[in-house]
Nanobody, 121 residues
């Protein structure tokens, strides 16, 4: 079964930068939306940013202007990335990628296992 794999998490100091990447373990077709979510202990999982097949991106208010989501539609290795700049400690969370596919009326979502980001001095 194809799954998503996140990478790039770790510790970063406030004001630093970190880049997260997400790739699939196999081929996934008909991807129409790719997104990053995050979840910290005691809180619900929240949408951070998403990007459509055409490259239109949206951001949560809390990260707009600091995070950038990009996707690479390479033929054999589609990936989505999240560039995190100047994160405050409040950005500490598990970060998860999610891809949505659609074929006719059927929609299917894929989740990754998550990667931890800790912002601390």
């Amino acid at each position: 079964q194809v799954r998503l794999v996140e990478s790039g998490g770790g510790s970063v100091q406030p004001g630093g930068s970190l880049r997260l990447d997400c790739a699939a373990s196999g081929k996934i077709n008909n991807i129409y939306n790719m997104a990053w979510y995050r979840q910290s202990p005691g809180n619900q999982r929240e949408l951070v940013a998403d990007i459509t097949r055409g490259g239109s991106a949206k951001y949560a208010d809390a990260v707009r202007g600091r995070f950038t989501i990009t996707r690479d539609n390479a033929k054999n290795a589609v990936t989505v990335s999240l560039q995190m700049n100047s994160p405050p400690p409040g950005d500490t969370a598990g970060y998860y990628c999610k891809w949505l596919t659609r074929v006719l009326e059927e929609e299917l979502g894929y989740w990754g296992q998550g990667t931890q980001v800790t912002v601390s001095s």
